[in-house]
């Protein structure tokens, strides 16, 4: 039989598993020694190197040139071109720097994909001990294992790829990074049967691990791409999802682009027939095509989100991608990780019980005595006992106890126990272990301060106990002790581990945060549901969530997730807050299946195991403490791993989206009136309603006034519950507010041509009209920005009032300016004022009127 190939599935996987190390051994055609030298280069030639990525990456220069091939791109580059033909050189100028800085953007994007698969790789170079037949071990390249290599490993080594454990001494291995368990578990080296998923084989170590303690000699059965840690890194190279915000401009954009590509040619047609001067015609059209297009909204976007990325980052979260800013507040489910986040992230010593479950002081006493007595490396376990400190003291236990003896922990006995001189001088063995491997050594129970011989039934009766504990999240640990005979000598010998009294029992927790409940409030309050998903068992992982508020009604494991298909599954998503026992493939999965039901999902992680599902959400969430490689795939990073701060990120990404709504909102919907005045000017005179210069300089001065809505206030209302990009209530706006504006436009016809007299005077008709236009654009910001009444508490930001008080003061100037000869403008008549202002009245009524409506007919804000 060949050496199986260099990608080994899961069944593989647990083929290899269940065999003795000799059978192992075999099948891998090696030897307990290892591979000799020349084999293993045939091996590598044939399996590749030890890395977990040989993706050719895609040159820079030809990464950012691709930025410039996207649709969007290439039409503004376009619109540019064609000012630039007609003499449009600082529009031109000015879209062409707007393209650049959004194609610089991606390219930055795409710049950090890349990093984070180097990130990757940096965490696994290093070298390990490799066995040779006849020679010692010998330190080797990592990238130079191949399947069939015998490591060695001890405390501190990286699991260095796939392997199956062959000889261990007391190994336990931390596998929080890939599965979120919160503790470090044991390896054992005899044939285990598994259950299908990768992280409960007892005998494999998987690549991205650690040793925390013990010592191991290891079989190499998969490298590079084929472990678990090179799955990660192929999820991480390939290119990221597309984000609700991402899309949602995609669908704006596209709805703009229709309306410049329906209206710039009939614009060009009616005034090329009408007025018989192609070219004039073609310079109006591309200035009212410039004016359409949403040339300013990637700056708009940008500074909005700059701003508040600025407003983040004093709450000590940290912007990687700027969009992430908007999909913060839009999200309306955030799945998280359980350890760290809703929990302290540490073990504590939670309950100490005698054998009927009731507060025990004698049984964390013993359990200290344990902990303090016991030689080498403590585990967190022994940690949490050791900080009751108040035993310390009380038991006296550094003078009046000593310590004589000890029986090491092994996995064949699952306990240790240590031998102690007690105050009154006799002998004392106090042993701890597993709640099975304790019960087996023992013949009786205290209970009460007496002894209570096991009888039949007995075992049951108190394994209810443990069960309600585990059923608790707790890990259970079981206390015994022994009053030492005579006879017993071998203070080292586990032959003392026998007729114990079972003291109680004590139980560990990961306590949660206290801060968490209170913050899992708010974000339901906002709209939020949260869903827990974790690489933990469902004990745990249920009874951390009843204790911060999340309902654990339906809970789901990555088995159950691994029996439906994709349908079913988002099904079951939609209704289950709690997932547990999950690989990063089932995360992936489970955010791509409420993403497919509609919903805007946040992830939360900071393992090597998140990678995946940070790319695969909307928006991606990693702490400064957590995997390189995580933080690294995330679009935020919290400074306090806290979900207060997620909680306060969503206000104000939903305040940056209200602004960035408002820009398009009423630049589409004026762009769209200002069309129709164009299409029904352009037959009705016999000359151009606007310049084209003044087309273009109107549009200018407009979105100027328009860039200090990043600093404007939101209503309340608005922030109460997730926001996304709806395009349908943005057409309405367009369809109601776009004829408005133009019905006044015809009044100020109306007003210029029939009562004003300028019909027989261009200059002074494109002159009131430009005044007329820009400045209610300008103003009527002051009503659409609210879903209310205008009014002092919903009043809007200094600046924006600074801003638009300049643009108008601007517009006003320019018929008297300097330049006015030059733009084409002349003085209005004193009469003119008063029926502008009379127009400007009107409007403001009438298109609060209409907004009034649209809120109670269709719920738009």
Known sequence: MPPPRAS???EELAAVAKLDAGA?????????????ATEARARLARHGPNSVMDKRRRHPARALLGQFFRPLSLLLLGLAGLDLATGQGISAAVIAVIVLLSSLLGFVQEYRSDRAVERLRALVRTTVLVLRPGAPAAEHPLEELVPGDVVQLAAGDPVPAEVRFIETVDLFVDQSSLTGESLPVEKCDGPVPVDGTGASFANIGFMGTHVTSGSARALVIATGTATSFGQVAAALASARERTSFDRGIDRVVALLLRIMLVMAPLVLVLNWASKGNWQEALLFATAVAVGLAPEMLPMIVTVNLARGALQLAKREVIVKRLGAVQSLGAIDVLCTDKTGTLTQDRVVLERHVDIDGKESAIVVDYAYLNSFYQTGLKNLLDK??????????????????????????DFRRRRMSVVLVRPDGRRILICKGAVEEIMNVCTSAERGGERMPFGAGHADQLGTVVQGLNADGLRVIAIAYRVLGAGDERLTDPVLERDLVLLGYIAFFDPPKDSAAEAIQALARSGVAIKVLSGDNLAVCSHVCGMVGIGHDIVMDGAQIDRLDDAELGRRAMLASVFAKLSPEQKTRVIHSLQWAGRVVGFLGDGVNDGPALKAADVGISVDTGADIAKESADLILMQKSLVAVAEGVTVGRAVFGNIVKYVRMSASS?????????GASVLLPFLPMAPVQVLLNNLLYDCSQTALT???????????PRRWEVDSLRRYVLCFGPISSLFDYATFALLWLGLGAAQDPARFQTGWFLESLLSQTLIVYVIRTSGLPTFANRPSAPLMVSSLLVCGAGLWLPWSPLAHTLGFAPPPPAYWWGLAGILAAYAVVTQTVKAWLIRRFGIG
């Open 711 to 721: 600093t404007d206030r939101v209503d309340p209302d608005y922030l109460a519950r």
């Open 384 to 409: 949490a006992v050791l900080q009751y400190a108040d035993v310390h003291a009380r038991l006296n236990a550094d003078r009046d106890w000593r310590k004589i003896g000890e029986v090491p922990f």
């Open 671 to 679: 762009n769209f009136g200002n069309m129709f005045s164009v299409l």
């Open 24 to 36: 192992a051994l075999r099948f891998l055609h090696t030897g307990a020694d290892g591979l000799s």
């Open 8 to 10: 080994l599935a899961s």
